[in-house]
């Protein structure tokens, strides 16, 4: 990522967390304050990015993997064959450690 688009990044979050509309203008003017340069276009391309958008959805679902795309129709017997395979397998009762088991939290 350029220092253009971290600018721009960094000022949208600054802008939600005040609870304020991200606006090309008022990107522009965190970046001018913060003597950043970046090239013209990107303060309206990211405002224009996030116009309709709920950033505190999307910074949640920062970590989260991306929904799988549905399938065709034979693609879902072929899943329903997988899932069908899954139930005769044996379960075992042991689950993974976290990373918070281990200690190793984001914010430890």
């Known amino acids: 990522m350029t220092t ?3 600018a721009c990044v960094y000022s949208a979050l600054i802008l939600h967390d005040d609870g304020l509309p991200v606006t090309a ?3 522009q003017k965190l970046i001018t304050a913060a003597n950043v340069d970046v090239e013209p276009f990107w ?13 505190g959805a999307l910074i949640s679902g920062a970590g989260a993997a991306a929904p799988a795309a549905a399938a065709p129709a034979a693609g879902d ?3 329903k064959e997988e899932k069908k395979e899954e139930e005769e397998k044996p379960k075992e009762e042991e689950e993974e450690e976290s990373d918070d088991d281990m200690g190793l939290g984001l914010f430890d």
């Open 25 to 27: 203008d008022k990107i």
């Open 4 to 6: 253009s688009e971290l």
């Open 77 to 79: 017997a072929a899943a």
């Open 43 to 55: 303060p309206g391309l990211f405002a224009k990015a996030l116009e309709n958008q709920d950033v």
